[in-house]
């Protein structure tokens, strides 16, 4: 057995940040040192009462448990589309314009299986998501990074992407409203980045999870005219539906896309429960008020309880960033990020997002999660208060 050797692409990544500082944090509470976590999206409320009595109903039904089309079943493709209507007032098929998925991870993996060979040139913005790096070195994809800034409001600089060699480019990746940042989505820069794909044969993908959080307008980068031809948009419903671990979003782009992605995605999983599926479709229904309370009303409150912290570690941030995080900039008086969010980790016992991990332009910024409980933002902040300055 010694002589067996992994993969070589194993190589080329690490093991996730979490998934790696989670083991350290499980350990110090197993030690009683009851650490706060404000460092993962991942909302702690729960879904609308009608989706879990959907989903509950369907599991008593005794034909729900079979194997379900890849493709999705046709009421969730269905209320996606109505969806896409009702807060973008975009048209999708939803026959052949639309893909179920389990989540935007898996997204990212059947689009660049569908779109990219071995070798093939990615764009990916810095600062971001580190999947879309991570999963572009497994699959064998030269992973080329282009600059955010906080001056620019955290968006694409056109004149670098137009000046680098484009000529092996297949996928831009983009997220907008941004993660980490907070930078919110602009109708020009979805208009430029359309031009942007059409002018150099290039598929933009916008992952866009965040679109409702503390945005009273979401945005989608299909609204504008010819993008469906060139571009693909992710959704998801963990975070705008306090759904991270039912594992439910979509693709939506042409039919042509979506072909090629479902030919992927039939070799490799055999759909979603039929009760999952019913039950996202009942989702996609919730009512404005169920929208505005969850996305809006509580995310408001604990940010303010964010930015205090903010305050209290001496970090600049912007105060009309949108989603679920708030990205500061730290003090100069620290050498990197990390010093600081060790020094809250084990001083004050509370677990914050090193900015370095999205990329090299998150190095000297931090990013807090508002997905926690009232009390515990609360008790964050006074245990921060509490640190030796």
Request: proline share 5%; net charge negative.
């Amino acid at each position: 057995m010694n002589t067996i050797k992994p993969a070589e692409r194993l190589s080329l990544v690490e093991e996730y940040y979490f998934s790696r500082k989670l083991k350290e944090v499980a350990q110090m509470n197993a030690e009683g040192k009851d650490i706060i976590s404000l460092a993962i999206g991942s909302p702690d409320m729960a879904p609308s009462q009608q989706t879990i009595e959907t989903l509950c109903k369907t599991a008593y039904n005794p034909d729900a448990h079979g194997y379900q089309p890849t493709s999705g079943v046709p009421e969730l493709k269905e209320a996606m589309a109505y969806f896409y209507k009702r807060w973008y007032n975009v048209d999708l098929d939803p026959k052949t314009e639309i893909q179920p998925m389990i989540g935007s991870k898996e997204a990212i993996l059947h689009v660049t299986l569908a779109l990219c060979n071995p070798g093939d040139t990615v764009l990916v913005p810095n600062p971001g998501y580190p999947t879309y790096t991570s999963l572009s070195k497994i699959l064998g994809q030269k992973v080329v990074y282009y600059d955010l800034k906080e001056n620019d409001g955290w968006q694409p600089d056109f004149e670098q992407l137009e000046a680098m060699d484009l000529s092996n480019v297949k996928i831009l990746w983009t997220n907008y409203p941004n993660m980490p940042t907070g930078g919110d989505a602009r109708r020009a820069t979805y208009e430029r980045l359309v031009k942007f794909a059409q002018e150099h044969n290039i598929v933009v993908v916008n992952d866009n999870p965040y679109s409702f959080i503390l945005n009273g307008h979401p945005q989608s980068l299909l609204q504008v005219d010819g993008a469906k031809d060139c571009c693909i948009e992710f959704n998801s419903m963990s975070k705008s539906h306090n759904m991270p671990g039912w594992r439910v979003g979509m693709v939506a782009t042409n039919s042509q896309f979506i072909q090629w992605i479902l030919k992927v995605k039939s070799n490799i999983d055999s759909g979603m429960f039929r009760g999952t599926q019913l039950a996202a479709a009942q989702a996609y229904h919730n009512s404005d008020e169920w929208h505005h309370k969850y996305n809006y009303e509580i995310y408001k409150h604990r940010r303010s309880y964010a930015e205090e912290i903010m305050d209290e570690l001496g970090c600049k941030y912007d105060s009309k960033s949108v989603g679920m995080f708030l990205w500061g900039r730290i003090p100069d008086s620290y050498s990197n990020c990390e010093e600081l969010t060790e020094k809250v980790l084990h001083e004050a016992r509370v677990f914050i997002t090193p900015g370095f991990i999205f990329g090299s332009n998150g190095q000297r910024y931090i990013r807090i999660s508002l997905c926690a409980k009232d009390d515990k933002m609360q008790e964050a902040l006074e245990r921060i208060k509490k640190m030796e300055k």
